[in-house]
């Protein structure tokens, strides 16, 4: 893991973009969660993606771990069922629009709830190296 903070993939005070939560399960039958937001407001743009433990979008004052991953194309916004390459299969859980406002990203959700993330850096011992930043529910 390099020492540089993780950021959210746009800028403060941005224009808010798309975010969806995608329940993937795997082949051996595991489950996480996919939070993809768009690295821009315009058709198309990559999706930046987070691999978290438990679902984001829950309780607040929760706490998730979560890993980076690569980019994901921009049909994830819109696709659910089963991943190429036999990685099981995704359904979309959430979805809503991300603004970023300082160090924080607040998400309004499709359904009407709504979401105030921080991320931080995982300082606890013995937690699962892959997965090394935490995303807060403030």
């Known amino acids: 893991m390099d020492n540089r903070a993780m950021m959210w993939p746009v800028t403060p005070d941005s224009p808010p973009v798309p ?13 996480h969660w996919d939070l993809l937001v768009a690295r821009g407001p315009q058709f198309g743009a990559a999706l930046w993606g987070l691999r978290c433990q438990k679902r984001p979008d829950g309780s607040l004052g929760t706490t998730v771990r ?5 980019d994901h194309r921009a049909a994830w916004l819109e696709l659910e ?7 099981g299969v995704v359904k979309q859980v959430a979805r ?3 603004h970023v406002s300082g160090d924080v990203a607040e998400v309004q959700w499709d359904d009407g709830r709504k979401s105030r993330w921080r991320i931080g850096e995982d300082q606890v011992s ?3 190296p892959r997965m090394s930043y ?3 529910n403030l």
């Open 19 to 31: 975010v969806v939560v995608l329940e993937h399960t795997e082949p051996c039958g595991g489950v």
């Open 81 to 87: 069922g089963v991943v190429s390459g036999g990685r």
């Open 126 to 128: 013995g937690s699962d």
């Open 96 to 98: 809503g629009l991300l």
């Open 134 to 136: 935490l995303v807060s």
């Open 66 to 70: 979560v890993a980076p991953t690569p």
